[in-house]
């Protein structure tokens, strides 16, 4: 079992940044693929980024490229998504996830979740 805790959310101004944090408890998420997810009021959950269990190999929706950077510190069992430049449209609710090696961009791929942190960006 794998626990996951969300940090870093918050209200920010557009154009500001925010980091996120992903804490992994329970085991090592060392051999795990690690995803952000986010989930806007009214819409489904959408895919944000993914990294490869080395960190090697990083995966990020076309809204975000270029303005997101997802990376993983596997000695501290943790994860990151620094978001830079952020527009109104990313408001949503940023949900951690930890799969097996190969997951890719749909929630159901992955095993493990957290419970989720707010961020607001104001217009």
């Known amino acids: 079992q794998v626990q996951l805790v969300e940090s870093g959310g918050g209200l920010v101004q557009a154009g500001g940044s925010l980091r996120l944090s992903c804490a992994a408890s329970?085991?090592?998420?060392?051999?795990?693929?690690m995803g952000w997810f986010r989930q806007a009021p009214g819409k489904e959950r959408e895919f944000v980024a993914r990294?490869?269990?080395?960190?090697?190999?990083?995966q990020y929706t076309n809204s975000v490229r270029g303005r997101f950077t997802i990376s993983r510190d596997n000695a501290k069992n943790t994860v990151y998504l620094q978001m830079n430049s952020l527009k109104a449209e990313d408001t949503a609710v940023y949900y951690c996830?930890?799969?097996?090696?190969?997951?890719?961009?749909?929630?159901?791929?992955?095993?493990?979740w957290g419970q989720g942190t707010q961020v607001t960006v104001s217009s």
């Open positions: 996830a930890a799969g097996r090696p190969g997951s890719g961009l749909g929630p159901a791929e992955y095993d493990y």
């Open positions: 329970g085991r090592t998420i060392s051999m795990l693929y």
């Open positions: 990294i490869g269990w080395n960190g090697l190999s990083t």
